[in-house]
């Protein structure tokens, strides 16, 4: 049997006997399919590792102790009134409130700082063990609604479920985000040597992302009076009030409530912090907060029982770097060390080493 013979045409055809022709499956004859192109590979000697670890050593190390001093000289205060032990003021509150309490229950905390706070303070809340991150917790809300769409408004998205209407009502704003929303009321008070109580003024705006008060968040419809732009809706399960009473101010009020915007920007990780308010400096000669003793007043609103969750609020300072956290200073050490440390290892190794491998090639 004779072998039969074809020929390959440019445009990528192959002719076969009978005079027909099929489809070729070889590549192109370009540069690019061929894998004809110019190409660089970085050829690693000793002259050019050991340089670029020490570099990296010299770089990193002073920028990692800038960072962890500049975190350190933040000063940061931070209470725990869960309530969980007998001793602690909230102990009551913690053991006897739910979402279904009716009368709120204070209690008050005494503390004292060591040392002043001099420049704008940063009050926070945290709560540990609240998975925000959830998947079905994070996708639960209508960005449409929060965004002021009246057709949202009184039909909720079904991923607010089982939070988009409650006794055949939606819900404004829906969702378990909302829903959860955190409610305690926080109060500072300042004791002065002669045992009178100051309280500390707290600004509550200003503390939202400027994008999401602006632009994600607005009232329905541009309507002043918000009790007839929310009429025909009802509040969360959980809510008190409805989202309209929120705030007197109506500037910080309705889905543009700061409290309410910082809320909705779910955490990352179970155990967070959210910005609560801001105790401005008021001039350079006193500090924010002196040095002395205090009084933290709460308003025991937000049950944390139920999944064995901590409260706790933060006074802190900032820099130019943020809030306190040491974690990039360390990093920055542990890598600019660990890089001289090697440079260091195999400069070690070449001297040693390096001059027999160039001369076991010479004959004698």
């Not at 007998?86 to 209690?107: D, E, G, I, L, V």
């Not at 009050?123 to 996708?139: A, I």
């Not at 305690?184 to 003024?201: A, E, F, K, V």
């Amino acid at each position: 049997m004779m072998a039969s013979s074809y020929n390959a045409k440019e445009d990528g055809h192959v002719t076969v006997p009978g005079g027909g022709t099929i489809q070729n499956k070889k590549p192109d004859n370009t540069a690019f399919k061929q894998q004809r192109l110019p190409a660089w590979q970085p050829i690693l000697t000793a002259g050019t590792v050991l340089p670029a670890f020490f570099v990296i050593g010299l770089i990193f190390i002073p920028i990692g102790i800038g960072l962890y001093v500049t975190s350190n000289n933040i000063k940061e205060f931070e209470i725990d009134y869960t309530g969980t032990d007998m001793s602690s003021p909230c102990f009551n509150c913690s053991q006897s409130f739910s979402w279904n309490s009716t009368r709120p229950c204070t209690c008050a905390l005494p503390f004292s700082l060591e040392q002043p706070f001099e420049s704008n303070v940063f009050m926070y809340y945290g709560l540990s063990n609240f998975y925000q991150n959830h998947r079905r917790y994070v996708k639960s809300r209508d960005d449409s609604q929060l965004n002021g769409d009246t057709t949202s408004l009184m039909n909720p998205s079904k991923e607010c479920e089982p939070y988009a209407r409650n006794e055949k009502m939606p819900i404004a704003p829906c969702g378990a985000i909302a829903n959860s929303m955190f409610n305690d009321t926080l109060d500072l008070y300042y004791i002065d040597p002669n045992g009178t109580r100051i309280q500390i003024p707290l600004m509550k705006k200003g503390i939202a992302w400027w994008t999401d008060k602006h632009v994600k968040f607005r009232n329905p419809g541009g309507n002043p009076n918000l009790t007839s732009a929310f009429q025909g809706t009802t509040k969360p399960i959980n809510w008190r009030k409805p989202v309209y009473e929120l705030d007197t101010d109506a500037e910080n009020n309705g889905f543009i409530n700061e409290d309410f915007i910082v809320w909705m920007r779910t955490a990352a990780l179970p155990t967070f912090r959210k910005l609560y308010r801001i105790i401005q400096k008021k001039n350079n000669m006193t500090p924010t907060l002196p040095r002395g003793n205090y009084t933290l007043e709460v308003t025991y609103n937000y049950p944390v029982r139920s999944f064995e969750g901590r409260k706790r609020v933060i006074l802190s300072t900032i820099s130019w770097m943020g809030g306190k956290n040491p974690f990039l200073g360390i990093a920055y050490i542990t890598v600019g060390s660990v890089c001289f440390f090697l440079g260091v290892v195999l400069l070690i190794i070449h001297h040693k080493y390096g001059s027999r491998n160039n001369t076991a090639d010479i004959p004698n």
